[in-house]
C-alpha cells in the first residue's frame, strides 16, 4: 500500500470512529523516524483504546501491519508506528500536556479535508 493510500485510510478512520483534532504533520524534512504523524485525540480511554484499534484493524484488513505499538494497557497515550507513518491517539488531558503539535511545528501541516473525501 503506498503511503498516501495509507494516510487516507487511517484519517478516514479516526474520522468515521468520531476522533477529535486530527492532525497530520509531515515531518519527512526533519527527521528519520517517519514522513508523518498522525495525531488526534478520544473523549474517553475506551474511546482512545477503540480509536487505535480501529486503524489496526483497518489496515491489517489492507494487508498493512504495524511495526511496533506501544500503550495500549493505559489508553492514554497510544502509538502506531508504521515505519513511514507513526498514529499517535491521545486521551484528550494526555494531549493537552504533551502538546506534540507544538514540539513538532516546524512540520509541514497537511489538510485532512483532503484525505477525508
Known amino acids: 500500500m503506498?503511503?498516501?493510500e495509507k494516510l487516507k485510510?487511517?484519517?478516514?478512520?479516526?474520522?468515521?470512529?468520531?476522533?477529535?483534532?486530527i492532525e497530520v504533520l509531515g515531518i519527512r524534512d526533519l527527521t528519520?523516524?517517519?514522513?508523518?504523524f498522525v495525531i488526534a485525540n478520544g473523549?474517553?480511554?475506551?474511546?482512545?483504546?477503540?480509536?487505535a484499534e480501529e486503524v489496526e484493524y483497518q489496515l491489517?484488513?489492507?494487508?498493512?501491519?504495524?511495526?511496533?505499538?506501544?500503550?495500549h494497557n493505559g489508553s492514554n497515550w497510544i502509538v502506531i508506528d508504521y515505519s513511514d507513518i507513526i498514529v499517535?491517539?491521545?486521551?484528550?488531558?494526555?494531549?493537552?500536556?504533551?502538546?506534540?503539535?507544538r514540539l513538532w511545528?516546524?512540520?509541514e501541516h497537511v489538510d485532512i479535508d483532503e484525505l477525508i473525501k
Open 2 to 4: 503506498e503511503i498516501q
Open 105 to 107: 511545528a516546524d512540520g
Open 32 to 36: 528519520v523516524l517517519a514522513d508523518y
Open 88 to 101: 499517535h491517539v491521545f486521551y484528550k488531558e494526555t494531549r493537552d500536556f504533551y502538546q506534540l503539535e
Open 9 to 21: 485510510k487511517i484519517v478516514q478512520t479516526l474520522d468515521s470512529k468520531k476522533a477529535e483534532g
Open 43 to 51: 473523549t474517553s480511554t475506551t474511546h482512545t483504546k477503540t480509536l
Open 60 to 71: 491489517s484488513q489492507a494487508g498493512v501491519k504495524p511495526t511496533r505499538t506501544e500503550g
